[in-house]
């Protein structure tokens, strides 16, 4: 009788960890978002010395988003081969 | 929470924290040539969040007016260290007579974070300008101002009530007080002002005032808002129109304000501004918040040393007389590195004027001025048990093993 085995390749499924730039980026981005909250909403500037008050916010609402995406751009990159490689394992 | 703790002491957050600082530090050193060491020591360091902008001074500033980069603040970064070394402490160290000095070693360290943090809250920096032969009784803040009225009834003291002038800046601010038999509205309120006399030619260009009483009236001066100045050395003239009203109704309305010409080095106090009620005599300011001393200091005599033939100072001193009630009077000498400790405060040589004959001295409140001190020691010792106990333990493991 003719057993068949299958034997899995390692299978290449870690998550995909962000690395010091990345988390410092998006940490910056965390905190504009935060401070552009406060801001919309009136906390800013009320304590002194919580959230700064800030006139132009737009410009901290694109430069939070740019913050973001360029934090999250080589994670995505970074998944995006993992799983093209795994693909092409198979 | 296990994870929390793990990571609240891991040496990444240690890093991330450090990297934070430096970029704090480095943001912060480029808005210091903009707004001044004050301003930006403020923005940067006494936050929990901050921001920097891209300077319009800078190339393409037009275009990149856009550009921030939030971060976190010295507020942030410096409670979150202690936390991590703490953590860190609790999760590595393991008591034993061979590491007692490592407790000390953090200890310093941590005690050397708070002082800076107690400083940070509690540090006020006053000036007092004196001329020879002038004496005062009360040093001015740098940075805070006070709305006040005093009643001058009394020809032997001074009742003063006071209010920082941050509560005058609320919407629809009304100031009572049960010492005074009025209360006080503001009208309008600028945390920097241009006040000038009405120019005859251009008189309907600018709005009317509401001010019927005082030097506002008297001048016909106009105070318009204008944007902050962040410039060592510059002040901002803190405005404000108060109608003060009393129980039969308003009794005027007054311009108020801490400066009232940008002179240097001395700027000039707004002319004393005031009124009677009810039999009463009272006086009405925004001015430099007064700190009173428990004495009257005198200044004798200040002294611009030159080196011979020259006009290269080599000292500052000022010759100071204290009188303090009830003991008498001691004479001391202020000059560069060599401040007067009295009642808390440290006065500084920091200026003179009018032809070597005016001295100004930079006083400072700092409660926590030890604790620096107190925390290099207890490093110090700390360092040093540990540098010993390492040297004894060295010297006695047996020559065999060693080799």
Redesign the interface.
């Given at each position: 009788m003719n057993e068949t085995s299958t034997i899995d390749a390692p299978r290449r499924t870690k998550v995909v960890r962000p690395g010091?730039l990345e988390?410092?980026l998006l940490?910056?981005?965390f905190?504009?978002w935060?401070?552009l909250i406060?801001n919309m909403f009136g906390l800013a500037g009320r304590t002194g010395?919580?959230?700064?008050v800030?006139t132009?916010i737009?410009?901290?609402a694109?430069?939070?988003l740019a913050?973001a995406l360029l934090g999250i751009s080589p994670l995505a990159v970074r998944l995006a081969l993992r799983r093209h490689n795994r693909q092409s394992d198979r | 929470m296990k994870s929390i703790f793990s990571y609240l002491s891991s040496i990444k957050l240690t890093l991330f924290l450090l990297g934070y600082s430096v970029l704090l530090v480095f943001f912060g050193t480029l808005d210091q040539v903009h707004y001044g060491i004050y301003f930006t020591q403020q923005k940067y360091f006494e936050h929990v969040f901050t921001v920097w902008e891209y300077p319009a001074q800078w190339l393409y500033g037009d275009r990149l007016d856009w550009l921030h980069v939030p971060m976190p603040g010295g507020y942030l970064i410096g409670p979150l260290l202690v936390l991590n070394l703490a953590c860190a402490h609790f999760r590595y160290f393991r008591p034993s007579l061979r590491k007692i000095g490592i407790p000390f070693i953090h200890g310093g360290i941590v005690l050397l974070l708070l002082g800076q943090l107690w400083t940070q809250i509690k540090q006020v920096e006053y000036f007092m300008w004196l001329a020879e032969g002038q004496s005062n009784n009360y040093v001015e803040a740098f940075h805070h101002d006070e709305f006040v009225i005093i009643d001058r009834s009394d020809p032997q003291k001074q009742a003063i009530v006071s209010w920082p002038a941050p509560l005058l800046n609320q919407r629809n601010a009304v100031l009572a007080d049960e010492r005074l038999p009025f209360s006080a509205e503001v009208l309008w309120f600028a945390r920097n002002a241009a006040i000038f006399p009405r120019p005859p030619h251009a008189a309907d260009s600018f709005p009317t005032m509401p001010f019927d009483k005082g030097i506002g009236a008297e001048r016909d001066l106009v105070a318009l808002p204008q944007t902050l100045t962040y410039a060592d050395g510059e002040r901002n003239t803190t405005s404000a129109i108060v109608r003060l009203r009393g129980e039969d109704g308003p009794i005027g309305t007054w311009l108020v304000s801490n400066i009232f010409r940008q002179s240097m080095p001395m700027r000039e106090s707004f002319p004393v501004q005031a009124f009677t009620h009810e039999g009463r005599s009272y006086e009405i300011a925004l001015r430099f918040k007064r700190h009173y001393l428990p004495a009257t200091l005198e200044l004798l005599d200040f002294q611009h040393d030159r080196y011979p033939g020259t006009e290269i100072p080599f000292n500052f001193s000022s010759s100071v007389r204290i009188h303090e009630p009830g003991t008498g009077k001691r004479d001391t000498l202020i000059y560069m590195n060599h401040p007067l400790r009295y009642d808390g405060l440290t006065f500084y040589q920091a200026s003179f004027a009018n032809n070597d004959t005016m001295s100004m001295f930079q006083v400072v409140l700092n409660p926590a001025r030890w604790i620096p001190y107190i925390a290099c020691v207890i490093t110090t010792l700390g360092l040093i048990l540990q540098f010993v106990i390492s040297l004894v333990v060295h010297a006695r493991r047996p020559k065999d093993i060693a080799s």
């Open positions: 010091l988390v410092s940490m910056l981005a905190c504009g935060l401070v406060a010395w919580l959230f700064p800030v132009d737009p410009g901290l694109l430069s939070t913050l | -």
